[in-house]
């Protein structure tokens, strides 16, 4: 009995640094620290690797390496050999719809295609599966009708959320409304939601983005403050902390409050918003008669993998320049 036991126990010993490893590598993939995620992957034994979510973890760090093209066939092929895994088929999807970004027009359908029978499936083995549900709705949100894009699927998903999570729900809804230009039921889902869920950042940041729209600055402001005050992850804290300083750059309002967001922003170097926080950061700073700051800060800007920021960063450099010489 006693060797049973301490057999188990050794087995046990063995199978937990890679469980731990495991788990690791989702979490450095969650938080985009890359570095971290291949550096845990490594030390995973050959067995987990070749395990299916082994497998996943593979594919996934293609795609986070912007290998895309990689990650798409490697993620067909693995669908071809699991039918019925919906981590699969969700990353299928992921790079598939990367894949149509990137491509040329004349491979841009297929690519949307391949997304939307891989995300079919993920939903057909997983109905409650809201990431894919979400994911559909920007897509045709997105999309044009030729690509597959149709609001009423989106509506559609939409309320599906809502059964599942009606604070989501109603966010989508409200989302989908305002890209329609349904101001009305927009305002309408976003009453009913804030009613039913006062202190929900995502709710509040969503009417945000509706007066962003309206230039309706002060309203935009104030409810991205709650979206700030409210979140309750690190994303959704993040995101409403970009959108109040790049709000503030637009609307010229509220500078302060706008500097101080990016300035938290710019402290979490894994965050997509990172780069250009430190564009609008810089920004925020020329238009606060802080001209020597921003010049100092868009200096550090890493702007080589992205045409539209290298734009916008050389254009600013210009304007700091000219001010600094008047």
């Known amino acids: 009995m006693y060797k049973i036991v301490a057999s188990i126990i050794v087995s046990l010993a063995i199978a937990l640094p890679a469980i731990a490893s495991k788990q690791a590598v989702n979490e450095s993939l969650e938080k985009n620290d890359v570095k971290n995620a291949e550096i845990s992957f490594t030390s995973l ?12 973890l593979k594919g996934r760090l293609l795609l986070a390496n912007d290998k895309t093209e990689d990650a798409f066939d490697f993620f067909e092929e693995l669908s071809e050999q699991q039918p019925t895994n919906v981590d699969v088929f969700y990353y299928w999807g992921m790079s598939a719809v990367e894949m149509a970004q990137k491509a040329s027009i004349f491979s841009k359908l297929g690519y949307a295609e391949s997304y939307l029978e891989a995300m079919g499936k993920v939903i057909e083995l997983d109905p409650n599966h809201l ?36 604070e989501s ?33 995502q ?8 007066f962003i729209e309206q230039e309706n600055w002060v309203e935009a402001h ?65 238009e606060n008669n802080q001209a020597s700051q921003a010049k ?27 001010k600094l010489k008047s």
């Open 222 to 286: 104030q409810n991205l403050a709650n979206a700030i005050k409210y979140s309750s992850t690190e994303n959704e804290k993040v995101m409403a902390l970009y959108q109040q300083g790049k709000t503030s750059t637009n609307s010229g309002l509220e500078l302060e409050q706008g500097i101080k967001a990016l300035e938290q922003v710019i402290t979490q170097p894994n965050s997509r918003y990172f780069s250009w926080g430190q564009y609008r950061l810089a920004q925020l700073y020329l």
């Open 45 to 56: 034994t050959k067995q987990e690797k070749h395990s299916i979510s082994g497998q996943v």
């Open 131 to 166: 990431d894919a549900l979400e994911h559909l709705i920007g897509f045709h949100l997105g999309a044009p009708s030729i690509a597959g894009g149709d609001t009423d699927k989106a509506v559609e998903y939409a309320n599906r959320i809502k059964v599942l999570d009606a």
């Open 203 to 210: 709710l509040h940041f969503v009417r945000a983005q509706g």
């Open 169 to 201: 729900g109603y966010a989508n809804l409200a989302r989908i409304y305002q890209k329609t230009e349904k101001e009305d039921n927009a305002s309408k889902t976003l009453d009913e939601g804030l009613k039913e869920f006062p202190q929900s950042s």
């Open 296 to 322: 100092t800060l868009l200096a550090k800007v890493d702007s080589s993998e992205d045409d539209d920021l290298k734009k916008e960063v050389k254009k600013l450099k210009k304007k700091i320049k000219r």
